[in-house]
């Protein structure tokens, strides 16, 4: 009796634990609590039934086959278990999985407190019986089951209508949830249609730049009588050469305003700009030098 209170303790402080952390956005825990909160209700339907407990499942299945737990429960059991083995394993942390387990946790603990919650154990079959190797045929005077009564047939009904309810609730949330990630999906897989679907964009090739046609440099001659060719820009600086009136110069730059670079048979001179002039502005007989 003690130990039974004190399962019963423990599932439904497990049930709310599952809750909480829901609530607290743990839930990879979540799951994980589910599951071993339902091994506790696993574990007192097998002892209360006589069954040696196996693995989980196989404990399922054999409560399932004696009559123990309906269809529908067997499968919501399964689906508990499932959903913590994936977490437990794979590290799941996905809210849908949890807030699954929670309801059908919630459905199956209402069921397991009013149908196997009692102190004696409520035979479903005489199949069960047979299977697990007890008479019903050999009992204490009076031990029938007795005919549940009209208000316990309401509270049944009551019972399935929420459940019902719970269920369609659990089923509407989990649409939902779904839809909202294919929504939140949907724009980026258009995304990666239109690029996959969009044509190639032509590369274009740059033209190659054409250097703009180099005018053949200006002519220049002495202008004046003779002229010095100095060393640098100023008066004052050696003189390399004279020319004189009609000869040819190769001006390499402007130095400034009065002084012009030239070259002097491979070397860099000056000459003063006022003494030259271009070729064609000199009359061909002063080219000519005297």
């Not at 709310?16 to 574990?43: C, F, H, P, W």
């Not at 309906?70 to 913590?84: D, F, P």
């Not at 969009?198 to 002495?222: D, F, L």
Request: charged residues 30%; proline residues 6%; aromatic residues 6%.
């Amino acid at each position: 009796m003690a130990d039974t209170m004190s399962k019963w303790e423990s599932i439904r402080e497990g049930a709310n634990d599952v809750e909480r952390l829901i609530g607290q956005k743990q839930y990879n825990l979540a799951m994980i609590k589910a599951r071993q909160t339902l091994e506790i209700m696993v574990s007192v339907l097998a002892s209360r039934y006589g069954m040696e407990t196996q693995d989980l499942s196989s404990t399922i299945d054999e409560l399932y086959r004696a009559g123990v737990l309906s269809r529908t429960s067997a499968e919501h059991y399964h689906k508990i278990r499932m959903i913590g083995n994936k977490a437990a394993h794979e590290a799941d942390d996905n809210p849908t999985g949890a807030n699954v387990a929670y309801h059908l946790l919630s459905q199956e603990l209402y069921t397991f407190a009013h149908d196997y919650g009692n102190q004696r154990p409520v035979r479903r079959s005489s199949q069960r019986s047979a299977r697990s190797g007890r008479d019903d045929d050999v009992r204490p005077a009076g031990s029938g089951r007795k005919k549940r009564s009209g208000g316990r047939e309401k509270i049944f009904i009551v019972v399935a209508i929420i459940l019902a309810v719970l269920l369609i609730i659990g089923i509407v949330k989990l649409i939902g949830d779904r839809s909202k990630k294919e929504v939140e999906t949907q724009p980026e897989t258009e995304m990666q249609i239109a690029i996959e679907t969009a044509p190639p964009i032509p590369e274009t090739v740059p033209e190659p730049e054409t250097e703009p046609p180099t005018e053949a440099p200006k002519q220049y001659v002495i202008s004046a009588g003779t002229v010095n060719i100095r060393e640098a820009p100023n008066t004052d600086c050696k003189i390399l050469v004279q020319l004189h009136a009609g000869d040819p110069v190769n001006i390499i730059e402007d130095y400034d305003a009065e002084w012009a670079k030239i070259d002097l048979n491979g070397t860099e001179a000056y000459v003063n700009k006022q003494f030259i002039k271009a070729a064609e502005e000199v009359p061909a007989e002063e080219a000519e030098p005297e």
